[in-house]
């Protein structure tokens, strides 16, 4: 501030333009050495003599030197430090991810993608402009430079727009128009067999499996009809020696109502849900969903809708929509596994055996080491045995 200051007073005196157009050299270097020791001068003369001769005294201030804005700086510098001291050093992650410092809210792998190859970019459109245009000379220099369009910071993905289902539906009668149109078309050469034309694939997904490319789907709910028929109804839980339980579900089923943090809700909510349901059994197997994307259940994670993406670790803050944290399958995960690791290390039974599955491997407590006895599970629902 104090160069740009120096420099502000220096061209206040005129004559630089014409030395740096229309002078030699010589001329220039000398204005460059006497013009700042002449603004030192004057600045000396207007202090002792407390004149202005140019401008008003508001102008020797200068645009942040206020005690509003001072008082402002200084509460956004003990504002980062509080960040520092709650959320921890961020210069120590290693994720390799970018993202938010207090909420840790992250960008798109996009955007990590633009963060790494910015320099490596810059530099190739450097070593190209100067081969086109200095050493091949194939460009000329005036030549324009292509735009570069690179993927700017944003906290989520853009959710794309789909089309309304009126559009869908005129769009699909369009179709049936232009199909059957053909087939009245070949029908006027050739004798026309309908059973034969249907036979085929004729549109480019089938009706019967999907609606414009994507799986219809059912409700799993509308099975219980059927099954309750089959099954006698108890009001009496039967005594079990082992318990196995579900994770994504208990995750969709506990909410964090009173809690801040992804340490408070598993110290407050997960852990004390594990707690009471081992206190009748013996065992307790706790399983994780895996989510691979190229199942059939990722069309249906993509149409529950999208959310934010953030990195748990302990000391971040939870959303505010539980909900929309669990539409995305890589917060899920990240979720797991930090329950999972939770799980193992707090005491949540006495002479009790629990095992806890961590993506493809299975851990027993209470030694805490990888259950060789078991093997690793590709599918999407883990299994032990």
């Known amino acids: 501030m104090t160069q740009e200051q120096l420099n502000a007073v220096v061209k206040s005196l005129g004559d630089e333009i014409h030395l740096t157009q229309h002078s030699v050299t010589g001329a220039l270097l000398r204005w460059m050495v006497a013009g700042p020791e002449m603004a030192r001068i004057i600045g000396e003369f207007e202090g002792l003599s407390n004149v202005d001769l140019n401008c008003n005294a508001d102008m020797f201030e200068h645009h942040e030197q206020t005690t509003a804005t001072q008082q402002k700086f200084s509460k956004h510098v003990l504002s980062l430090l509080s960040v520092f001291e709650e959320m921890g050093n961020p210069f120590l992650d290693e994720t390799g991810f970018v993202n938010a410092i207090d909420t840790k809210i992250m960008c798109d792998s996009s955007v990590n993608e633009t963060v790494r190859s910015v320099i490596k970019t810059g530099q190739n459109q450097y070593a190209m402009f100067v081969d086109e245009r200095f050493l091949k000379c194939t460009k000329s220099v005036t030549a324009p430079l292509c735009r570069n369009k690179p993927v700017l910071f944003r906290l989520s993905a853009p959710i794309a727009k789909s089309l309304s289902s009126a ?49 219809r789907f059912g409700t799993k709910s509308d099975l219980l009809t059927c099954l309750e028929k089959l099954v ?87 959303p505010r929509n539980w909900s929309d944290f669990l539409h995305i399958s890589e917060n899920k995960q990240e979720l797991f596994s930090f329950l999972s690791q939770c799980t193992l290390s707090a005491d949540i039974g006495v002479n009790k055996c629990v095992v806890v599955t961590d993506d493809v491997r299975a851990y027993s407590f209470p030694s805490g080491s990888l259950c060789t006895s078991l093997q690793s599970c590709s599918h999407r629902k883990q299994t032990l045995g």
């Open 232 to 318: 006698e109804p108890s009001l009496d839980s039967p005594h079990v020696d082992m318990l196995v339980l579900d994770g994504a579900a208990i995750t969709q089923m506990l909410h964090p109502t009173d809690c801040k943090t992804f340490h408070e809700y598993a110290s407050n909510v997960f852990l004390p849900y594990l707690r009471s349901q081992l206190r009748n059994v013996d065992q307790l197997d706790l399983v994780w969903n895996r989510y691979l994307v190229d199942s059939l259940n990722a069309r249906t994670r993509e149409k529950r809708g999208t959310g934010v993406r953030r990195h748990v670790i302990p000391s971040a803050t939870l």
């Open 167 to 215: 559009k869908s539906k005129l769009a699909s009668v369009r179709n049936d128009c232009t199909l059957f149109s053909r087939l009245y078309i070949a029908c006027q050469a050739r004798d026309g067999n309908l059973d034969e034309f249907f036979a085929h694939e004729n549109q480019s997904f089938p009706p019967s499996l999907s609606v414009n490319g994507k799986l």
